[in-house]
């Protein structure tokens, strides 16, 4: 038999063995944008003409039906409509996909129910419609409330747009998140901090605060535009971190604050690393069983994904994550949240020992950037700042 490098020596492998399941998410991806960013890496696509909205909805709730043999009788805590941009379904729709969702899952009565939105007129008019169809959490892209830097980032709603569909939200939401980015192209330190403080005048209950990156395979990187250095981006992100702090926002997770009791649950979940099903062209899964999880990833292009559920063949790849990918992927979530996690869900999210990081651990807390406090183990303030550094010594075993 033999050893994956990330056990230590003499650990002799096992299979992996739940004794619970984790708690199910459900996320819904809605792949179309009026416009792509160009920073933009996400399954999402320009909508060119006329897009089958109606079919859309009719293949997510059949890839539901054929996912639900794998799912049966597992409740689900929270629903997340992530795009592209979903506010692009009208309230029909969304209540359709809602309605149809309830009747073929144990949905729980206090279920957190986000739908993403862009702060465009056209959307703002629907808001109403989402939170009767069973929305009770918005989350509004608004990136910045500079004109010049919602320009240069493709957006194609302005500063007065942004503002005023926050307050159309606050019509009908108590539970709002807002997302913002920084280290925009020739951004100042003052203007990266006018952006927080312009949203902490409407007191949402949750912000994401993003450091705009680079991603492969965007515009931003084929053509890169003048963004601050690595100094300036770095007194932006402790700027807003004690801005945020100063008006009673809990830095819970790497980009993430939240007033008190209002953390992002779906999202906590990912970092807790329970188990959702994706529907939706290029959505992904992983799902746990007694003795295994699975990873699904669903096709991508919309119209190979509708004609793939027609086929009743919705997903494309599906793998059996191994023991030593389960503990890197495991930690590479956890050591996202600031508070860490308690040592004892890794074994019951992951079916595996602790020693089986034992070796790891070591080698971060000696490096200074993870400790252990009782049963807890959490990143360092050095830690959160070289998270890629902290994940590494996980990863590089486990490759």
């Known amino acids: 038999m033999t050893v994956h490098p990330l056990l230590p020596a003499g650990f002799k492998a096992q299979a992996v063995n739940f004794q619970a399941l984790p708690p199910l998410s459900l996320y819904i991806h809605i792949p179309w944008c009026v416009r792509k960013c160009p920073y933009c890496d996400f399954n999402s696509h320009e ?13 997510l709730v059949r890839d539901l039906e054929l996912a639900l043999p794998l799912i049966w009788g597992r409740k689900v805590y929270t629903v997340f409509f992530g795009g592209g941009t979903p506010s692009l379904l009208s309230g029909e729709s969304v209540a359709e996909v809602l309605r149809q969702v309830r009747m073929l899952l144990p949905l729980d009565l206090g279920a957190e129910i986000t739908l993403e939105a862009n702060p465009g007129t056209v959307e703002a008019e629907r808001f109403a419609a989402y939170r009767e169809a069973g929305v009770n959490r918005l989350s509004l892209g608004i990136q910045s409330f500079n004109d010049a830097h919602l320009q240069a980032l493709g957006r194609i709603h302005n500063a007065g747009e942004a503002r005023r569909a926050i307050k159309i939200a606050q019509q009908h939401f108590d539970n709002i998140n807002l ?10 330190l003052e203007q990266a901090l006018q952006d927080v403080q312009t949203a902490l005048s409407f007191a ?8 705009l990156t680079l991603e492969p395979n965007t515009l931003f990187h084929r053509n890169p535009p003048p963004l601050p250095d690595d100094d300036a981006s770095g007194e932006m992100q402790s700027g807003i971190e004690e801005l945020l702090a100063a008006h009673g926002y809990e830095h819970y997770e790497t980009s993430a604050f939240a007033q008190p009791k209002k953390q992002s649950r779906h999202n906590l979940n990912y970092w807790q690393f329970g188990d959702y099903l994706g529907i939706g062209a290029g959505a992904h899964s992983k799902l746990s069983f007694h003795d295994k999880v699975i990873r699904q990833a669903r096709h991508r292009q919309p119209l190979a994904y509708l004609d793939a559920v027609a086929q009743a063949v919705p997903v494309q790849e599906e793998h059996e994550v191994s023991a030593a990918d389960l503990a890197f992927e495991f930690m590479m979530n956890a050591l996202r949240l ?13 079916g595996l020992p602790l020693l089986a990081i034992r070796r790891e651990l070591e080698q971060a807390e000696r490096r200074g950037l993870l400790v252990r406090e009782g049963t807890r183990i959490a990143p360092t303030e050095l ?17």
């Open 204 to 211: 949402p209950q949750h912000l994401s605060c993003y450091h």
């Open 338 to 350: 600031n508070a860490g996690s308690d040592s004892a869900l890794f074994k019951e999210r992951t």
């Open 179 to 188: 997302d913002l980015m920084y280290a925009l192209p020739q951004q100042a």
């Open 383 to 399: 830690g959160r700042r070289f998270l890629n550094d902290l994940l590494e010594i996980f990863l590089d075993d486990a490759k």
């Open 47 to 59: 909508a060119r003409g006329s897009v089958p909205k109606r079919e859309y909805v009719a293949a």
